[in-house]
């Protein structure tokens, strides 16, 4: 990069940059971000059966956990054959039979972006896009010049947007 002579030059050059960067990033996280929206129905995802031995008399806390799935309830009296909304559980024997609705592998890693926590092997890429995101606001009232008029209506925009993601935030 040739020598960069005032603050404008900098954060235009590094805004253009890092939004070259941050592109392919971006392209992920909001392919991933419209997926979750849809989570709750079966959009994209293939019924995934399993047959499983474990332990028996398990409880469906423990049987729920185990096989992580959410709200087992046993249908009341059924014997040693334990049904649930997606399987069974033999509870002498511990042979267990379930079904589940997943995404495919490469969609499902896509999502796990979005579930990480700050001991997650995402976690330094989400802080990073977080500060590089961060800085793209910061920059871009820098890509016009402050008197003109195209600069007062883009602060007019930023000042709408502001105020619908608090409103969103604070009145759910």
């Given amino acids: 990069m040739a020598a960069i002579k005032d603050t404008k030059s900098f954060m235009r050059i590094t805004h253009r940059y890092l939004g070259y960067f941050a592109a392919g990033i971006m392209a992920v996280y909001s392919l991933s971000g419209v997926l979750l929206i849809y989570r709750d129905t079966n959009f994209l995802k293939k019924e995934n059966k399993t047959e499983i031995v474990l332990k028996p008399n398990m409880t469906e806390k423990e049987l729920a956990k185990e096989i992580k799935m959410r709200n087992i309830d046993f249908v009341p009296g059924s014997g040693d054959l334990k049904t649930f909304e997606n399987g069974s559980y033999n509870v002498k024997t511990g042979e267990t039979k379930y079904s589940k609705m997943k995404l495919p592998v490469v969609l499902e890693k896509f999502n796990d972006l979005h579930k990480s926590t700050s001991t997650h092997r995402y976690a330094t890429l989400n802080t990073v896009f977080g500060f590089v995101l961060f800085f793209f606001v910061i920059s ?14 883009g602060m007019v925009y930023a000042g709408l947007g502001f105020i619908l993601a608090v409103i969103m935030v604070f009145f759910q």
């Fill in 140 to 153: 871009s009232f820098w890509m016009f010049n402050f008197k003109s008029k195209a600069f007062r209506r």
